[in-house]
């Protein structure tokens, strides 16, 4: 039984920043792509940021290229570190891990987190 557990969410003022985790147990996630994604009040659910499998390849949605970084260990661990923050990054943060490479496609993901609130006040 895959379980994904996220950590780090908050409040945080308009140019801070957060670091978020996410705790993976059940198999062995070194064949696991790991992304975060987030889904704000009355929108879907996008993504954020990937970090494949083995050679760690990232990969960023254009909204947060170059102010948000994941990276993973693979003792089945994600982090995002989330700086300059902005009013419209506020949502609930989710981790997700597929069996496969890179994507941005939310159905491509089999396990999810619960999520993590992210509020970034103006």
């Known amino acids: 039984q895959v379980h994904l557990v996220e950590s780090g969410g908050g409040l945080v003022q308009t140019r801070g920043s957060l670091r978020l985790s996410c705790a993976a147990s059940g198999t062995t996630f070194e064949r696991y792509t790991l992304a975060w994604f987030r889904q704000a009040p009355g929108k879907e659910r996008e993504f954020v940021a990937a970090v494949s499998r083995a050679v760690g390849i990232t990969y960023y949605s254009e909204s947060v290229k170059g102010r948000f970084t994941i990276s993973r260990d693979n003792a089945k661990n994600t982090v995002l570190q989330m700086n300059s923050l902005k009013p419209e990054d506020t949502a609930v943060y989710y981790c997700?891990?597929?069996?496969?490479?890179?994507?941005?496609?939310?159905?491509?993901?089999?396990?999810w987190g619960q999520g993590t609130q992210v509020t970034v006040s103006s």
């Open positions: 997700a891990a597929r069996e496969g490479g890179n994507s941005d496609k939310v159905e491509h993901y089999e396990y």
